[in-house]
């Protein structure tokens, strides 16, 4: 019987060195793998910035030849060039949406206090006067400097769809602790069955304009990065062909002596 224990005894110590020497194998493959997973992952993004890099430039160059087109060909050719402008800027567009998506996930910048009406006004600044119609009043929200793509995607989202003559408008209303922002415009609307999915990540829309889908998933990114809520809705409450609204919260910033809101 003492010799039945010292023999499981010894069979247990050897399984425990066993073990042991398992685990430090085992950390070991883990420390080699993920230093080799942190090296490829460097050297994707240093690929990914040489090439938006590079395509920046190109659509540069190539924006400013359509322009000198547009300026110079006659008006039944302008149509053509004014295409070719567009496919750029679109490009253009793509590249950002993947830079925003990097900052988000990899070096997203710390919440501060922000001027959301400095921040509409710019963005609306940016269309040709009367495109985006906004009456509001200053107000401090907790956001960070990737706020601007907010409204540049939604905006720029809902001018796609819009026929000539459109109009988006951009509401704030104050409820107390934060604020309801709604992006309005008269396009096509959003069809109810849509609603609920129109802000994921590669969801196409069914209008032939429809992009990606990133746009909308950054904006959800970005609003739930600040500690909001954002959805889909009809500009004319139970009538989605009359135009969409996207809806989304901002924590207000307290006043002084206050502190941060949680």
Known sequence: MVRALKENIRRAQESEEA??????????????????????????????DIMSHDINNANAVSLGYAQLLLLNLPAKERDEADRIRKS?????????????????RQDAPPLRSMDLDRVIREEAAHHPAGAVGYEGEKVLVWADVLLPEVFSNLVGNALK?????GEVRIR?????EEVLVSVEDTGPGIPDAMKETVFNRFKKGENKRSGKGLGLYIVRSLVERYGGMVWADDRVEGNP??????????????????????
């Open 19 to 48: 073990l042991k020497k398992y685990s430090e194998d085992l950390e070991g493959i883990v420390d080699t793998r993920t230093a080799e997973l942190k090296e490829a992952n460097e050297e994707a993004n240093l690929y990914l």
């Open 88 to 104: 750029i800027l679109r490009s253009s567009g793509i590249i950002q949406n993947v830079a925003t998506i990097r900052r988000i």
């Open 161 to 165: 769809f819009m026929e000539e003559g």
């Open 172 to 176: 704030v209303e104050d409820r107390g």
């Open 241 to 262: 062909e009359e135009g969409a609204a996207v809806r989304f919260t901002l924590k207000k910033v307290r006043e002084k002596g206050e502190g941060r809101q949680a």
